[in-house]
């Protein structure tokens, strides 16, 4: 997989776990973007949630650009949180 970019963030709009697929809405209103589980950059099980902010880089490979390099910035919980503190 070729890397095209870096420092790139989004939300995830869904991710299959069983399928471990989903796509994240990119901060910049570009085209949403394909993420598979191997891309994820966490320990454990690697799955996201809907509305979790997310860091990524762009990676390309036979399929088109895609998410690679992905990491949690801000789970969903804590924009739960701060939603219930204001």
Known sequence: ????????????????????????????????????????????????KPGQIVSFDLGENHRGVQAVQVKIIKDVEDSEDEESKE
């Open 1 to 48: 997989m070729t890397e095209l970019d870096n420092d790139r963030t989004g939300q995830i709009l869904w991710f299959d776990p069983r399928k471990g697929i989903g796509f994240i809405g990119r901060d910049n209103g570009e085209k949403d973007l394909f993420v598979h589980w191997s891309n994820i950059d966490m320990d454990g099980f690697k799955t996201l």
